[in-house]
């Protein structure tokens, strides 16, 4: 009895999994969207040799890897605004952490809901949307999106145990009260992150076969730099080295980077404080991807992998140490280009991918795999291409906008080999990624054909208009 079942379930199984058409309805993957908060990319050296993130890898060799995937604006919420619109910060108009997505698009049909509308159960843990709205429960539920993106969705506080810190302090002096790191006593529960990947364990096995979109939005390694003591152990005091600018470095305008009490504060640090925030924000890194890796057991426990489509993303990059700089918000490629890797149903594992993809194509990426139509016009394109082959290309540039006030903005497009920032105020930056990945010199002024054709693609984008 037991030898038949098996040989229909292998008949079966092949029939079950193959691709659907658009439409057809057929097929109804679940989506499992994991975002990490702060998180830069580690397409590259960073996470394969320096910080210890074996869950990330385990996903790897399950999915795609994309090595250039480029957010449309590099703060948390424009950023989660755009991706779950499926439009650019210039059609959101969102380039704060303080406008509400349905503030200015109230009518919008955001990404889960595309989902949630059509059938499927949508759930989110953690940080998704970015998490507004302070302690006022109808804020924060307004934030989240609660009815119209999910059927529910809650946030997390560490435990008081969680909140005691064994070792820590503020490598500032407390002038920027977030730049605090801290050894935790007690467990990964006693932490946000620890409960958000408990409740999205919980609801997967809870929901059985029902299609679901889940958000699990993990917290770290966004500040204050805190994880349970026991991340910060993986790394010796001093085994990790802070970055240095080579001596050549060319200056930037004062708008892309090093601004404001941050510089000032930055500017103070010695080779002990950097050593120490590095070695956090690697904790931290290593403390979510563990709790990444309860989630990636639970898709194995429940045979998951083949009816799931899995994204992990970040929400933006993240500069530690590079031009002085620790946080995101500037135009370079550390603050641009952030995690994003893809295991789809029916596409191979262990794929690596050199291209130049944006955050906006997830959108349109999901709705291909859901076999569900784009309710608008989508700013990007499916992925599917590039699943089925990591060499092909949808694109052959990527976007990225910041805002400085109502009166200067920069835009920057990424291309194979270059990246060229235009700002409002006619202040060029151009960098050759064959020569320099780091981006330490601008090499506009010895390359006017190069930035006449990118000033003309940035074009080929909507343009940017403050205060709409
Ligand atoms: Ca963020």
Known sequence: ??????????????????????????????????????????????????????????????????????????????????????????????????????????????????????GWQAHAFGKIYHLGGGKDAAEKAKWADVGRSWHSARDYRATRTGGKLIEGRNVTGGELDWCAWGAADGGDDDQPDGQIAAATVAMIGQLGDKPWFIGCGFMKPHDPFIAPKKYFDLYPPDSLKPWRDPADLTPAPPQAVGFGAYAEAFAKLNDQDWRELFRAY???????????????????????????????????????????????????????????????????????????????????????????????????????????????????????LVARGPKLHGRSVRSARWRFTLWSDGQT????????????????????????????????????????
């Open 429 to 468: 930056e151009l960098y050759d990624h064959d020569r320099d990945p780091e981006e330490n010199h601008n090499v506009a002024k010895a390359n006017p054909e190069v930035v006449a054709a990118l000033g003309e693609k940035l074009k080929s984008v909507p343009p940017y208009e403050p205060g709409r």
């Open 1 to 118: 009895m037991k030898t038949i079942h098996l040989f229909l379930a292998g008949l079966l199984f092949p029939l079950a999994a193959m691709p659907t058409a658009a439409g057809e309805g057929a097929s109804k993957p679940n989506v499992l969207l994991i975002m990490a908060d702060d998180l830069r990319d580690y397409g590259g050296a960073f996470t394969r040799d320096v910080v210890k993130t074996p869950n990330l890898d385990r996903l790897r060799a399950r999915g795609t890897t994309f090595e250039r995937a480029y957010v449309q604006y590099p703060v948390c919420n424009p950023s989660r605004c755009s991706m779950m619109a499926g439009l650019r910060a210039e059609q959101t108009g969102i380039v704060n952490n303080t406008d509400l997505l349905r503030s200015k698009m109230p009518g919008i049909v955001t990404l889960p809901q595309l989902c949630k509308d059509a």
């Open 282 to 400: 690697c904790a931290g890194t290593s403390f979510m991807d563990a709790q990444l890796g309860r989630v990636l057991d639970a898709l194995d426990k429940h045979r998951l992998w083949d009816k799931t489509l899995v994204i992990v993303v970040g929400d933006h990059g993240y500069h530690t140490g590079e031009r002085k700089w620790w946080n995101k918000n500037t135009l370079f490629e550390r603050s641009c280009r952030a995690p994003l890797i893809i295991a789809a149903p029916g596409m191979k594992g262990g794929q690596v991918s050199r291209s130049l993809v944006e955050f906006v194509d997830l959108y349109p990426t999901v709705a291909d795999f859901c076999g569900l139509e784009m309710p608008h016009a989508a700013a990007g394109k499916s992925l599917r291409p590039v699943l089925e082959d990591p060499a092909a290309a949808i694109k052959d540039a990527a976007f990225t």
